[in-house]
């Protein structure tokens, strides 16, 4: 029998990665190795629906399509090396798995702060086990939340903090405005006002230098000299992308792994990447190849990926566009929505109001040389459905030229 | 075909629309309706609707 395509990560682009295998007609077997114990699962509520308690664990697991009830999963099981030359990766159990193909799908981890002080107490936000725990935290009577970062993650644990009652929350950055790299200074400030408004504080421009308490924090030191009183501490500081594993192959893996324009790794028909992890250059853009933690990358990438890798399997080239996908994120914090489409950081230079009004709904156009290259709305189902509208337009738009 | 959509899941969020809009729109108010028993030639369009939900909302019962 012949060697199996073998996914490293079982989440949802190792999931859609199988699928879409299956979806091109691949029969051949498919192994998934993961190192979670449980089936894919959707992450976002794990900041929002389950963390405030709306949303219960066990409605966030993916239905796996029919067409892969005959892969085998490897659960609990993590990849720890792999020799690309001789198409064999090596399990923690000491076992060496042959492929014949291999999808790169091991996503990423959470940054975790450095600076000296008690572990105990202080939370991440990407696992199912991380966000019982965090929740567990924050109903709990008359907590003082510190959120260290004000990024997508942040904003919305902080949101979902006051949701819950807690007494004080207070979210920390090192730059003046929250979300201020995706979105830019406009609604950055706005953002900033909403969350102020829904009793949330900010310790903006100020790093954290230190954590208070002998066991368990107590407290938090920043930069600046002050110190905030803590019971809980959300780190939300970015994420470090899961390749050390594929260490030893001579790829370049500074920020994920980088892939070509048909999101092959190392120039290796036989190795593709999916998700997160994926640092590939998009041809609707300059060609920079980027790695883009958004929702819709995971099942983009696996649909471009599966049809590249099963036409090498199958002796053949896909002879594919190069990938050129249209990024979309969006956030819920408190009662109101961030939907974007487009690659708004490329205009943050050119930013103008499209609709609206930056203290109700609003949208807002980002613009590179007069060109509209993005969108994000901020609001309700008004302003998200007016960002909707101009998606077709940001589609239909011809490469940037690099 | 059936198609269900768990309206205690879903949060409008339009994805479905633009993979399938023979299938979903959202109505003036902004909130979801669609077709619950589509014909067989849109089963690609509304599995790739169910890949796309953010919620994980969209059932299909054969
Ligand atoms: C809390 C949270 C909220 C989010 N909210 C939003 C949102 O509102 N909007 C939005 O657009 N995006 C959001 N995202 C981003 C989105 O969820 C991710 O882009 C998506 O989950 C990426 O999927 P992935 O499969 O590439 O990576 P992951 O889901 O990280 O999957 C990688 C898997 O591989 C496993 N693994 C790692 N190393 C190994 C190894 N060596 N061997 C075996 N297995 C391994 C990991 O344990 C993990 O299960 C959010 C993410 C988080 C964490
Ligand atoms: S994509 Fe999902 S959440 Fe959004 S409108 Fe469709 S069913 Fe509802």
């Keep these: ?402 | 075909m059936k198609v269900v959509v768990d309206m205690n899941k879903c949060q409008d969020h339009g994805q479905c629309v633009f993979a399938a809009p023979d299938v979903f729109r959202l109505d003036d108010s902004g909130h979801l309706a669609y077709v619950a028993d589509p014909g067989e030639e849109l089963r690609d369009e509304i599995e790739e609707a169910a890949d796309v939900c953010p919620l994980q909302a969209i059932r299909i019962e054969d």
């Excluded at chain 1, 002080?117 to 008359?142: F, S």
Aim: glycine share 12%; charged share 20%; proline share 7%.
């Design chain 1, 1 to 402: 029998m012949s060697a199996p395509v073998v996914v490293a990560g079982a989440s949802m682009a190792g999931l859609r990665a199988a699928e879409q295998l299956r979806a091109t007609g691949w029969t051949g077997p498919i192994t998934l190795v993961g190192d979670e114990p449980h089936m894919p699962y959707n992450r976002p509520p794990l900041s929002k629906g389950v963390l405030a308690g709306h949303t219960p664990f066990e409605s966030l697991a993916f239905r796996p399509r029919a067409a892969v009830t005959d892969v085998r999963w490897r659960l609990g099981t993590r990849v720890v090396a792999a020799d690309l030359d001789r198409r064999i990766v090596e399990l923690d159990n000491g076992e060496a798995l042959p492929y014949g193909g291999l999808v790169v799908a091991t996503g990423m981890r959470p940054r975790r702060l450095r600076c000296p002080g008690p572990a105990i107490g202080r939370h991440t936000v990407r696992t199912l086990a991380d966000a019982q725990g965090l929740r567990e935290a924050l109903t709990r009577p008359g907590v003082r939340v510190v959120v260290v970062g004000a990024g997508f993650i942040g904003c919305e644990v902080a949101a979902t903090a006051v949701t819950l009652g807690a007494a004080e929350v207070t979210v920390v950055d090192p730059l003046p405005l929250p979300m201020v790299g995706p979105l830019g200074e406009l609604l950055a400030t706005a953002l900033l006002e909403r969350h102020q408004r829904r009793g949330i504080r900010f310790a903006l421009g100020t790093g954290v230098t230190g954590f208070h308490g002998s066991d368990h924090v107590t407290g938090v030191a920043l930069s600046d000299g002050t110190a905030l009183a803590a019971d809980v501490v959300v780190e939300s500081v970015g994420s470090l992308a899961n390749t050390e594993w594929l260490d030893g192959n001579g790829l370049d893996l500074t920020d994920g792994v980088v892939t070509d324009d048909q999101l092959r790794v190392g120039g290796r028909p036989d190795v593709v990447a999916v998700g997160d992890v994926a640092r590939f250059p998009n041809a609707r853009y300059d060609g920079v190849p980027r790695r883009v933690e958004h929702w819709s990358i995971p099942t983009d990438t696996a649909k471009h990926a599966a049809r590249v890798l099963a036409a090498h399997l199958r002796g053949a080239e896909a002879g594919l566009p190069p990938f050129a996908p249209l990024p979309t994120f969006w956030s819920d914090q408190h009662d109101f929505r961030l939907q974007s489409f487009g690659a708004p950081t490329l205009g943050k230079q050119d930013v103008r109001v499209l609709d609206g009004d930056p203290d109700g709904d609003v949208l807002v156009g980002y613009h590179t040389d007069g060109r509209l290259v993005g969108v994000v709305a901020l609001g309700g189902p008004a302003a998200t459905a007016a960002a909707a509208r101009y998606r077709a337009e940001l589609l239909q738009q011809p490469a940037l030229t690099a």
